[in-house]
Each structure stands twice: as C-alpha cells, then as structure tokens.
C-alpha cells in the first residue's frame, strides 16, 4: 500500500574517499531481496559521485537541503537544477538541524517544498518537537503546525512527492530513542492530520519515517509499529554493517 524506505542521513561527515568507500561497503553487503527503498544523503560536493556510484543498485541517493530560489546572487546555495543536473530526485527538507542551527522557519520551508515539488522532486519533510515541548504536552500541535505552516497549502497530488519524516529532536544523535508507542502514537495522530484535511487515500499512501538514534537493536520493533514506515538514521548510517543491519529489520 504504502512504500517502506530507509533513508541515510550523512549530515556533515565523510570527504570523497570516505563517500566513495561507504556506498562501495553498502553495495557489497545490500542484500538482493529487500523489503524498504534505499536512499543515502551525502554532501553536496559528493552527489555526482555517489550518484554514478549507485547507478547500478537500488540505492537512490538523495540531497539534504536545497534552496528556494531558482538561481542567481545567493551565495553559497544550491538550486533544485543544480540537483537534478546530477541525477537527484529526492531532497530532505526541514531537518530541526537546518531549523535550529540556520534558523530555517516554516516559511522557509513552504517555499522550498513547493518549489522542489514543482520541479517534479520528491521531498522527506522532516518535523518533531523539543524536550520541552513534549514535557509540556505540546509534541502534538508542535508537529502539526509545522506540516500544516509548510505542506498545507499542497494538492492532493502534490501530496505523492512528500515523505514525511517525524524526528523528535530530543532523540536526534542523543542515543535516546522514542519508545515505539511513542513513534506509533505521533505517527498515527500524523497520518489522521493529513487524512482529516486530504482524505484518507492521501494519508493511507503516505510513507512516514521516524528518525532518531535509529540502530540496529531498535529497528525492527519501531518498524513494526502499523503507521511507522521506515527511518531517517543518522550516526547508524555511517557505518554499512549497521545500516545493512537496519535495512534487514523491515
Ligand atoms: P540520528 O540522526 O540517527 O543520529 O539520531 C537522525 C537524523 O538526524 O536524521
């Protein structure tokens, strides 16, 4: 019904021979029958690289930002072209990183979806609330209100172009884990979020990730969870046996 994907997320690690030498452990151990997508993110200046690494497997590899300008006086960005000049399809947006420390806002990322969605992109919007804002039994709204402020003003078709992937940000490289109730409970409130404004064909069609110190021992039980369908895994990415591990769990 819905795809299952696991989907690494490089951050800022790796020169090109790491790149190069991960994506060649990854493909020596990818098993032949698997049960999720595959995606890595590694760093702009290596997308070309990993791109005609992957070219013969299942992994599709995949951006960690972009920007929402089309092109010109902004230095230092990148554009959805750029990108797709280099054989990208799929782009994660809204990272609480890129919130947090670049101060992106919702703003921000509506606009970048909706330009990335436009040029015919697929984007892993990325949502999840701080300690505190579960502490005060604000995680709901918190997450809400960030899909709605960036992905509500989508169509229903545009709707099929978006992954989303819930991180709690208090979860994010800590090696704290949301327990899979925990997962399955914002996943679900999620999926009824979007049913209750799109329908429920739109929701039922959507994969939603969880992200957060994702790794081996944890995987297969937060995967389990009915509305959770795969992972956006950090620090367990950079490493093939645990990636490979995890892409077993499904
Ligand atoms: P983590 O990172 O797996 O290291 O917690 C997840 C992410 O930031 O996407």
Excluded at 176 to 198: G, L, V
């Amino acid at each position: 019904m819905r795809n299952n994907i696991l989907a690494g997320n490089w951050k800022m690690n790796c020169d090109l021979p790491m790149t190069q030498e991960l994506i060649s452990n990854i493909k020596k151990q990818l098993p032949e029958q698997l049960d999720c997508e595959v995606m890595i993110a590694p760093s702009h200046p290596f997308l070309y690289a990993a791109f005609n690494d992957s070219l013969d497997t299942p992994i599709e590899v995949i951006a960690q930002n972009v920007s929402q300008h089309e092109n010109g006086a902004f230095t230092g960005e990148v554009s959805i072209d750029m990108l797709q000049s280099v054989g990208i399809k799929t782009v994660i947006l809204g990272h609480s990183e890129r919130r947090d420390v670049f101060l992106e806002t919702d703003k921000d990322l509506a606009q970048k979806t909706k330009a990335a969605i436009d040029k015919g992109m697929r984007v892993v919007f990325c949502c999840g609330e701080h300690l505190d804002q579960r502490n005060t039994g604000n995680h709901f709204k918190t997450v809400t209100d960030q899909i709605e402020k960036a992905l509500f003003d989508l169509s229903s078709k545009e709707w099929k172009q978006i992954v989303v992937a819930y991180e709690p940000v208090w979860a994010i490289g800590t090696g704290e884990t949301a327990s899979p109730d925990q997962a399955q409970e914002m996943h679900h409130h999620i999926r009824k979020f979007i049913a209750d404004k799109y329908g429920d064909k739109t929701a039922d069609k959507l994969s939603i990730l969880y992200g957060g110190s994702v790794k081996p021992a944890n995987a297969q039980e937060i995967f389990a969870q009915p509305d959770v369908d795969g992972g956006l895994v950090g620090g367990a990415s950079l490493d093939a046996d645990s990636f490979i591990a995890i892409a077993k769990a499904f």
